[in-house]
């Protein structure tokens, strides 16, 4: 007898036990949410951002989904474009900066040379080049990987925009080719500013 009254409890029990994982809780039945991940930006739409925040503009019409072509309108006068490409096999951002006039015609290509070649030993990032056309270019390659954080691009973006700036006019000037008020040579400027004030 005192076996049987033991036993119950424990049979009662385990019925209900039995009994509870039975009953469905609505909440389990409907199927649990997928959170879809957010759609991964591409090199063109991480660019237009980046962009964005310096304040640059972006050619549509020239760019494509790996090269942003931007105008960045600097607050010391001037517009210089950039263009941004993305070079996948090699896992390299580009930075390219042109509009300082060709060689093909000049008589004085040497002294030109010579004038690129200190630039590239005076500027922090980037380097002056010629390309296959004759024409001067500045550019500056970066790699993606890990990929590039927003204040280096800044950085990046920024520097080669003030040293575009700051070198075109001397460029222009020694190719024969007009420059306008900002693309003064930076030793013109310079000397305009020393200049004592007139009388």
């Known amino acids: 007898m005192n076996r049987l009254i033991a036993t119950v ?20 039945t ?18 237009k951002q980046a962009l964005q925040l ?12 790996d090269m942003v072509v931007s105008n960045y309108n600097d607050p010391k006068g001037g517009k210089t474009t950039i263009v941004i490409t993305n070079d996948k096999r090699k896992n390299l951002v580009g930075f390219y900066v042109y509009n300082f006039g060709s060689l093909k015609n000049a008589t004085n290509k040497e002294e030109v ?7 590239n030993d005076e500027i922090t ?19 993606n990987l890990p990929a590039l ?6 950085s990046i973006y920024l520097t080669m925009a003030a040293v575009a700036r700051e070198r075109r006019g001397t460029i222009r000037q020694m ?14 400027k310079k000397a305009a500013e020393d200049k004592p004030p007139e009388k």
């Open 9 to 28: 409890p424990i049979a009662v029990a385990l019925i209900t036990g039995q009994a509870l994982p039975q009953q469905a809780d609505p909440a389990q």
């Open 54 to 65: 310096v304040g640059a503009t972006i050619d549509p019409s020239k760019s494509t989904a």
């Open 149 to 154: 954080s927003s204040t280096a691009f800044d």
């Open 113 to 119: 040379y010579k004038y690129l070649l200190s630039s």
């Open 125 to 143: 990032i980037g380097s002056f080049f010629v390309d296959g056309d004759d024409d001067i270019g500045y550019k500056y390659l970066v790699s």
């Open 30 to 47: 409907q199927p649990p949410k997928v959170v879809k991940p957010a759609p991964k930006l591409t090199f063109a739409d991480k660019t």
């Open 175 to 188: 190719l024969g080719l007009p420059t306008s008020k900002e693309d003064k040579p930076a030793d013109v």
